[in-house]
């Protein structure tokens, strides 16, 4: 059985890191809020999610 959360998902961020505790059944977000981090990012692989927290660690 899967032990991904059932909270209402922020409508407006898709996210395929099933790895998250935030990430949904339906591969969205389901934190309150994000934090995008890398100011010296240049390309998409670049940019990462500081609010991702592993499955069972936090
Ligand atoms: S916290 Fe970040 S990594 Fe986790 S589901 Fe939300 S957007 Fe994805």
Redesign the pocket.
Known sequence: MSDKKTREPNPG?G?D?TG?K??TIDCR?S?QH?TVQNEKAATKGETY?S??CPRGTC
């Open positions: 961020v996210c890191v998250c935030y990430n977000c934190a994000i999610c609010t991702f």
